[in-house]
């Protein structure tokens, strides 16, 4: 059982990539350490705390506080420039039709806890060996407990031209951070641990209760993440459906449609089983759902 807690949280998000869409994206080294690099640097570039990151093969995950609603912009940069490092090095295949992001809203301390200890825990999910802190490519040792500095470069003892020919970018990133010997940034420099610590799980025997999840607990937060993209993929395979059917019965496009016409559509698909969602099926031929839910049964 988990700790029981109904406080609400404001501004918190779960951002994470399509991971269905690609085979292998980050297939190097090199291209997670650019990636989770990336990620830090532009959430300290739009002022958006960090409470959890990973990066698989095939996707990532944050999770974030976003007081000053940058989201939508620190989630743009993430696309157009990661589009941009695939592209600049010869593997825009690997993007497929595009880099598809999606983020969800958390409502409360549990929620919260729950989806810092999913990305935590996602490398050993899905296959990695060792304890999550030994992932690569997660949060290290960020959470109660700490990592040896000798092992680790200052920032501030980079040169500024240095500093941007390591990281990619022409952020200052502060000073006090550290990076190791392949130039990633040491997670535990850029995560609000201090609230993950002692706002949110407050001890380190809560930190374990929600650490051992049930193995159901897990399939539901991947069936979240991954329902999204699907819903929106099938959601786009009914819009163009639409498109055509409208072309081929009335000979123009759903957007320029009678009321009529676009009842007299939706009816038609409703009947072949097109889909099984009425909001969906109003949303592709442009009606408000309200007049499919007496008519469609």
Not at 216 to 229: G, P, V, Y
Not at 262 to 284: G, H, I, N, P, V
Request: glycine share 6%.
């Amino acid at each position: 059982m988990y700790p029981e807690t109904s406080q609400p949280v404001r501004d918190c998000y779960h951002i994470y990539s399509d991971g269905t869409r690609h085979s292998v994206l980050f297939e190097s080294r090199r291209d997670k350490i650019y990636a989770k690099n990336l990620l830090a640097i532009l959430a300290f570039h739009y002022h958006v705390a960090l409470y959890a990151i990973v990066i698989m093969e095939t996707h990532f995950h944050v999770v974030v506080r976003d007081p000053q609603e940058k989201a939508g912009r620190y989630i743009g940069e993430i696309r157009r420039l990661l589009s941009k490092y695939f592209h600049k090095s010869g593997r825009a295949d690997l993007l497929g039709k595009g880099l598809d992001i999606a983020w969800d809203s958390i409502m409360d301390e549990e929620e919260l806890m729950r989806k810092i200890i999913y990305v935590f825990r996602n490398g050993i999910d899905a296959g990695f060996p060792l304890l999550p802190e030994c992932y690569p490519w997660g949060a290290g040792r960020a959470y109660f407990q700490r990592e040896n500095m000798e092992n680790y470069h200052k920032v501030s003892d980079l040169g500024v031209r240095e500093k941007a020919r390591i990281f990619h970018t022409r952020v200052d990133i502060p000073g006090e951070w550290y990076y190791d010997d392949e130039q990633m940034l040491l997670a535990s420099s850029y995560l609000d641990t201090r609230f993950v610590e002692k706002a949110l799980f407050r001890s380190q025997k809560r930190f374990l209760a929600f650490l051992h999840v049930r193995k159901k607990d897990l399939t539901d937060l991947d069936w979240e993440c991954a329902s999204k993209f699907i819903e929106e993929g099938s959601e786009q395979t009914l819009r163009n459906r639409a498109a055509a059917l409208a072309g081929q019965l009335f000979k123009a496009p759903v957007s320029r449609l009678s009321q009529a016409d676009k009842l007299f559509l939706a009816k038609e698909m409703w009947k072949s089983r097109e889909t099984l969602s009425r909001r969906q099926l109003a949303r592709a031929v442009h009606l408000e759902p309200a007049l499919l839910e007496g008519i469609l049964h």
